[in-house]
């Protein structure tokens, strides 16, 4: 049986924890930050955990993570 491929997007956005948790980083850093709240951007700078039927998703994409 052949090797199943790991989606190349998944791998460049999410990490698997030991746990099994999915990390990933806060969209909204790009541009048009003039106009928001500097506390807001600091917090988005925080990475964070997915869900649990998100991960489950994210962890298909990826099987060798």
């Known amino acids: ?3 199943m491929k ?3 997007g998944a791998k460049k956005r999410f990490i698997v ?13 790009r541009h048009l930050m003039t ?4 506390n807001r951007g600091r917090k988005l700078r925080r990475a964070s955990y ?3 039927k ?3 998703a994210i962890k298909a994409a990826m099987p060798y993570a």
Not at 17 to 29: E, I, T, Y
Not at 35 to 38: L, T
């Open 1 to 3: 049986m052949p090797k």
């Open 6 to 8: 790991t989606h190349s």
């Open 17 to 29: 924890n030991k746990k099994g948790k999915v990390k990933h980083k806060k969209a909204g850093l």
């Open 35 to 38: 106009g928001m709240d500097a």
């Open 50 to 52: 997915l869900n649990t």
């Open 54 to 56: 998100d991960s489950k």
